[in-house]
């Protein structure tokens, strides 16, 4: 496989917005977690394809960790880019800003990383190019990125050992 040049964090920079409307909360009147995590998983692989310009599949994420409820009537704006990349994995940064529409107040209400592998049409990995950190967090972001490779590398090996153990028999 031949690498490809590098690119910067911005190119792979994505913004998506949308209100929160009932359907999308809990008896509470705050967004589902699972709803968050699909507009997570959604923005990221929107930058990571733009970042590898190939089909890519969700490898990981890490914690999502929720900060602040997101309530009805909130619009909810998520910003993805690529912070780092491993010959074929992707590492995207996301974070969700809830913002009270009357008020104008916004909050960081999540963030969380996920890990995408580049694909081709017959399933096979493809390189992906490297990552040029411009601004502080983006330099910030990718300095810990092989820390967080690391840790995920771990976690995987926990999971793959979990699967075996337990296979698919019941509890």
């Not at 310009?53 to 997101?70: C, G, Y």
Request: proline fraction near 5%; hydrophobic fraction near 40%.
């Amino acid at each position: 496989m031949t690498p490809k040049p590098a690119k910067y964090c911005k190119e792979s920079r994505t913004i998506k917005a949308s209100m929160v409307l009932p359907p999308d909360t809990n008896n509470y009147g705050t967004m589902f977690g699972g709803k968050v995590m699909y507009h997570i998983d959604d923005i990221a692989a929107i930058a990571a394809t733009r970042h590898a310009r190939t089909s890519v599949v969700t490898a990981s994420t890490d914690s999502v960790d929720f900060l602040h409820p997101i309530r009805i009537g909130h619009s909810v704006c998520l910003e993805a880019f690529v912070t780092w990349t491993n010959r074929t994995s992707v590492e995207v940064f996301v974070k969700v800003v809830a913002e009270e529409m009357m008020s104008g107040e916004r909050t960081v209400c999540a963030t969380s990383f996920v890990t995408f592998v580049s694909i081709n049409i017959n399933g096979e990995k493809q390189m992906v190019p490297g990552v040029i950190p411009e601004t502080e967090l983006e330099k910030f972001l990718f300095e810990g990125a092989p820390e967080r490779a690391k840790k995920r590398l771990e976690k995987r090996e926990i999971s793959k050992d979990l699967a075996a153990r337990f296979g698919t028999r019941s509890f």
